[in-house]
């Protein structure tokens, strides 16, 4: 192959003979002059376009991790509000169980119980052989089912307990009412019912009741809860308090100091009616305790000894 040089200048031509390896050189350097350029265009295409897939991945990565931590912040919101709630059903649960106790001792009490047999301070006895033990992990749903069970075993425990204080209270009514006991806190029997001599005729006369003499200035005990009926001076009897109970029971205390309640007053069983004296018909200081039913006399012996229905 010749190749012909022209010079601009001085129009002279001149001629250089190209061998095989010549040609050879320079056909590749016209033709990959070109595709280089093209190779590294297309490889500088390619990596722009990897850096910007790169940079949507990352920017794809980072809302992902935002939006994750929004969440992540939601749910410890969410877990923070369900302990808050939790934490006021057990306050809640606490006093109810306070409550249940405070019920418990006033009705243990109240039924009279042996010591120790109900002792709502302890906790229950429970016990038995081991039987195998089981790693139970509770979530947050599984414990509000657990709360939820213990306030409804709450609320039925609070019902039967108000039920058992209503019984025992009627109970306790009933036992208030009920005819029994010394009139006196403290004496003796000095004259029984019946026939007996008269101290001041010495002649023979019935007793409609029983003396129990004492301390003058001690106290007269009402012997139920009733009505007091009447009060007064009346002759015989000196300073004198009836009162007016259930089942058609009338009881009367005479000869008193003094008497502390007036016809109208309500009164229970036990309560200080009257100071012992020696008021009326008497020798010395005692009360004449007179028992009427349906508005017969009748012997108060009975009724002295007894304590409960």
Known sequence: ????????????????ELGRWSRALLSLCCLGLPLGMVGGGYLW???D????????ALDSMQDELERQAEELAGLRNQAQSQVQALTVNLAELQARMTRLDALGEHLTTMAGLEDGEFDFSQ?????????????VEYGTGDLLAELGLFQAQLADREQQLEILGALLANRRLDEESWVSGRPVEKGWISSYYGKRTDPFSGK??????????????SNIL????????????????????????????????????????????????????????????????????????????????????????
Do not use: C
């Open 204 to 217: 023979p006369a019935f007793h409609h009741g029983i003396d129990f003499a004492g301390k003058e200035g």
């Open 222 to 309: 009402a012997v139920a809860a009733g009505v007091v009926t009447w009060t007064g001076s009346k002759p015989g009897y000196g300073n004198l308090v009836e009162i007016s109970h259930e089942d058609g029971f009338v009881t009367r205390y005479a000869h008193n100091k003094s008497l502390l309640v007036k016809a109208g007053d309500v009164v229970r069983k036990g309560e200080p009616i009257a100071l012992m004296g020696s008021t009326g018909r008497s020798t010395g200081a005692h009360v004449h305790y007179e028992v009427y039913k349906h508005g017969r006399s009748v012997d108060p012996s009975s009724y002295v000894r007894r304590t409960r229905r």
């Open 1 to 16: 192959m010749r190749v012909i040089l022209v010079s601009r200048k001085q129009g002279a031509q001149r001629s250089v």
């Open 45 to 47: 295409g390619h990596a």
């Open 123 to 135: 906790p229950a006895a429970v016990g038995g052989p081991l039987g195998g033990e089981f790693n």
């Open 49 to 56: 376009a990897a850096d910007n897939l790169r940079g949507e």
